[in-house]
């Protein structure tokens, strides 16, 4: 077994919500009265909780229902995906696989009459220019799409289908944060539904596109290479490895999770040196590959490439980047903290905070309290980073960093990577950590839920003054 949540020596934590990080002198306080003072912290708790989840709810349905079709962020491209796969049981070519004339329509808002745009002539706007998408997401919601014979109803599905998701992952990562903090896991749950009641995050998981699947599918792999981790077991590896491979099946961002899966099973296999664990390792690593194999052969055949990127990139380069400029390492630093350690807000509404100081200054501390927080605490652990095991729960984001700039530098797609939204998926992990750093060095929960709820109640704030901007994204 790993050690126990905030005590590198594998010690246990008290149970209790208000009560003490455990060791030292016995509390003198008799049990009964210890569980009639902590009753209230512990309701107050479950109430938090239950308010995030409902802001997840309401503020997703407002918003799957009123932002306009489409939103900018590519989503009648990624709904071209899923008709194509629903309609002719196959996948899309970049290049070659037209956008629709119901997307085309709805765009215009003329749907149910035809489109006025020719796709012969229309450049970008007249492919499905996100053809070169893993499938997984695709594939998974083209039952969705049958539900209805309206291609605007259609839509609507769809998003409701990624708000489904969305909850699904707040599921998951409950499930994550008892694993990781035992008795304390609502706290960590709460610290964790911060990010998915974030408005970037909802509307990007509501407005269709393959990072709804992905936040699910990141937690639960995530969650097995923990346990693997904690419970010494080489078998939860081939679990990790499905879940590694599903998750680069959906967005080629996710193979940010090979190193961390790479660690940890190092880390299983330095406490389980034996033959039969280093052949139940290498499955793991052997049943992810196979996962992704499928559209690999795909790419091969119709691209000759592994990925359809390169193909992407002259597509879309003209209009991204049609001056040809590049970014230089000397940028990255500017870019990562402009861009993307700011991931409160989603990219269509940037204008909203400048126009509401006080908001746009609660914007701030609350980001550097995620991002800027979460570091201090990574420092302030030192080796209990390793001992506690919380690193699983920092390096996808570390990692989804490098490959951010990994991307812009060698792609120069102009900071197209350098963009917040692409962080999304590994955030409530470093949420998660945030929290149990947080519990294992101040040793107290108080500060931490005294935070969580200040920036529950800023965050539905938000929310309320966003609402009447939606319709007019």
């Keep these: 077994m790993g050690p126990g949540p905030g005590r590198p020596d594998g010690g246990t934590e008290s149970a209790d919500v208000d009560g003490p990080a455990g060791g030292g002198l016995p509390d003198p306080v008799p049990e009964g009265d210890r569980a009639r003072r902590r009753r209230p912290s512990s309701v107050a708790l479950v109430a938090l909780?239950?308010?995030?989840?409902?802001?997840?709810?309401?503020?997703?349905?407002?918003?799957?229902?009123?932002?306009?079709?489409?939103?900018?962020?590519?989503?009648?491209?990624?709904?071209?995906?899923?008709?194509?796969?629903?309609?002719?049981?196959?996948?899309?070519?970049?290049?070659?696989?037209?956008?629709?004339?119901?997307?085309?329509?709805?765009?215009?808002?003329?749907?149910?009459?035809?489109?006025?745009?020719?796709?012969?002539?229309?450049?970008?706007?007249?492919?499905?220019?996100?053809?070169?998408?893993?499938?997984?997401?695709?594939?998974?919601?083209?039952?969705?799409?049958?539900?209805?014979?309206?291609?605007?109803?259609?839509?609507?599905?769809?998003?409701?289908?990624?708000?489904?998701?969305?909850?699904?992952?707040?599921?998951l990562l409950a499930r994550l944060s008892r694993w990781v903090l035992k008795e304390r896991w609502l706290v960590g749950l709460s610290v964790g539904l911060l990010v998915l009641m974030m408005p970037g995050v909802i509307t990007r998981a509501v407005t269709i596109s393959n990072v709804s699947l992905a936040f699910p599918l990141v937690i639960a792999c995530v969650t097995e290479i923990w346990i693997a981790w904690e419970t010494t077991s080489t078998r939860r590896l081939v679990g990790a490895g499905a879940l590694l491979g599903l998750c680069v099946l959906t967005d080629l961002y996710l193979v940010e999770l090979v190193p961390v899966f790479v660690l940890g099973a190092l880390c299983v296999l330095w406490r389980r040196r034996t033959r039969t664990d280093a052949l139940w390792a290498g499955a793991g690593g052997l049943v992810a590959i196979l996962v992704v194999l499928p559209w690999v052969v795909f790419n091969e055949i119709h691209y000759h490439s592994l990925t359809?990127?390169?193909?992407?990139?002259?597509?879309?380069?003209?209009?991204?980047?049609?001056?040809?400029?590049?970014?230089?390492?000397?940028?990255?630093?500017?870019?990562?903290v402009e861009n993307l350690f700011t991931p409160l807000m989603p990219q269509e509404w940037g204008s909203f905070l400048p126009a509401h100081p006080f908001l746009g200054q609660l914007a701030t501390d609350f980001e550097a309290l995620l991002i800027a927080g979460s570091l201090v605490l990574a420092v302030a652990l030192g080796r209990r980073l390793v001992t506690t095991g919380y690193w699983i729960l920092l390096l996808p984001w570390v990692m989804n960093l490098l490959a951010c700039w990994y991307i812009d530098l060698d792609q120069q797609?102009?900071?197209?990577?350098?963009?917040?939204?692409?962080?999304?998926?590994?955030?409530?992990?470093?949420?998660?950590?945030?929290?149990?750093?947080?519990?294992?060095?101040?040793?107290?929960?108080?500060?931490?839920?005294?935070?969580?709820?200040?920036?529950?109640?800023?965050?539905?704030?938000?929310?309320?003054?966003?609402?009447?901007?939606?319709?007019?994204?």
Excluded: C
Excluded at 93 to 99: I, S
Excluded at 308 to 335: C, Y
Excluded at 443 to 456: D, G, I, N, Y
């Design 49 to 171: 909780v239950v308010l995030q989840v409902a802001t997840i709810v309401v503020f997703g349905a407002i918003t799957a229902t009123r932002y306009p079709l489409w939103s900018v962020v590519d989503e009648g491209a990624h709904y071209d995906n899923v008709l194509w796969i629903a309609e002719h049981g196959s996948l899309p070519v970049l290049g070659q696989t037209p956008a629709s004339e119901q997307e085309l329509a709805i765009g215009q808002g003329l749907y149910p009459r035809h489109s006025t745009i020719d796709v012969s002539t229309a450049g970008l706007t007249g492919l499905s220019y996100e053809a070169f998408q893993p499938p997984l997401y695709y594939v998974v919601a083209s039952p969705v799409f049958h539900l209805s014979g309206d291609y605007r109803t259609k839509a609507y599905l769809l998003r409701f289908f990624g708000l489904a998701l969305l909850l699904a992952a707040a599921a």
């Design 308 to 336: 359809a990127s390169a193909l992407a990139k002259r597509e879309q380069l003209a209009v991204v980047n049609p001056h040809h400029l590049r970014d230089t390492v000397g940028a990255v630093p500017g870019l990562t």
């Design 413 to 473: 797609w102009l900071s197209g990577s350098m963009v917040a939204r692409y962080t999304y998926p590994t955030l409530p992990l470093l949420a998660l950590f945030a929290a149990a750093a947080a519990l294992t060095v101040l040793r107290t929960p108080r500060v931490v839920l005294m935070a969580t709820a200040a920036s529950s109640v800023f965050l539905v704030a938000l929310w309320i003054s966003l609402v009447p901007i939606i319709h007019a994204t």
